[in-house]
């Protein structure tokens, strides 16, 4: 097992990622950006991924590419932006060769073609721990959602199905076979565009009820869910009620939520005065939930 130096690994695995004109072939000490044209805003957001937390440590290099990719890109999509481009930091373990390199390039270049994004730079360094991975993403807005702007009398729309994710690790771990929900997980789509026109929108990360549940303290406001109205894939309702509890706190979806007067979007609740998200079922009676969604600590 061998690597390349930090920069033949540079050279020879992400310089051809950088095609933006302000990426400079990666040889400069950082990256020149133009300023977005009109009234646009520039969005920024960043996340670390570590193998065995985050990610199985034996998942495919190109698969845990697009993955870490496109998790940062749903954060833009979250904000009502468009994709610009984005920094990546390696922090690569011991067991990193350059095959590995090679197809983690690789995922990065299907990704970069099909959302039309550059990398810009960023650093490379051995670790004797975990492989570590973070993106930092850019994006533009002309006008930005935030979570701070839902009012009682909205709606609560999702854009697909929850589950999938939570379902989808535990196909790639081999608890279950499953191998669409498989692909669900390593392959989340960024819904560019969806949360534009929202009062208030945020990624499905950490879960349904957990994203609400921060949209709604932003606001300062409290949302009540439908159980039944949750839209579930094929897989993930074929498990039964308990799988329909656990798609409402599992994570790692990516769709949006998000909050609106009206849109085409599938609506799953309501905003009301107060504050928290209370989930209630064919009844109308509340749903203990044995969790909120997922926690980083």
Request: aromatic share 6%; hydrophobic share 45%; charged share 20%.
């Amino acid at each position: 097992m061998s690597r390349s130096g930090e920069f033949e690994l540079i050279r020879r695995f992400l310089a051809p990622l950088a095609t933006a004109a302000g990426a400079g072939g990666l040889e400069d000490d950082a990256a020149l950006l133009d300023a977005p044209e009109g009234k646009r805003r520039l969005a920024v957001t960043t996340d670390t991924m570590v193998e065995g937390v985050h990610f199985p440590p034996d998942g495919p290099p190109s698969l845990i590419a697009r993955r870490l990719l496109r998790s940062n890109l749903s954060d833009l999509a979250a904000m009502a932006a468009r994709p610009e481009g984005y920094l990546l930091n390696l922090a690569l373990s011991e067991r990193i060769d350059d095959p590995w390199l090679e197809a983690f390039a690789a995922g990065l270049a299907a990704d970069q073609e099909e959302f039309g994004i550059s990398l810009l730079g960023g650093d490379t360094v051995g670790t004797p721990g975990a492989l570590t991975l973070t993106v930092t993403a850019f994006g533009s807005a002309s006008t930005p959602v935030r979570r701070s702007g839902a009012t009682p009398g909205d709606l609560v729309f999702v854009t697909g199905p929850v589950g999938d994710g939570y379902f989808g690790l535990k196909a790639v771990r081999g608890e279950m076979e499953a191998p669409r929900l498989a692909e669900r997980y390593w392959l989340p789509s960024p819904r560019f565009g969806a949360a534009e026109g929202a009062t208030a929108a945020a990624d499905i990360s950490d879960g349904l009820v957990a994203d609400l549940g921060h949209i709604c303290h932003a606001s300062g406001v409290a949302a009540v869910i439908d159980l039944e109205a949750v839209p579930l894939s094929a897989e993930v309702a074929a498990l039964g009620a308990q799988a329909r509890l656990d798609s409402l706190t599992g994570g790692d979806d990516y769709e949006l939520v998000f909050t609106a007067p009206r849109s085409t979007a599938i609506a799953v609740g309501r905003i009301v005065s107060g504050e928290g998200v209370t989930v209630l079922d064919g009844a109308g009676q509340p749903v203990a939930l044995a969790r909120q969604g997922y926690r980083h600590d």
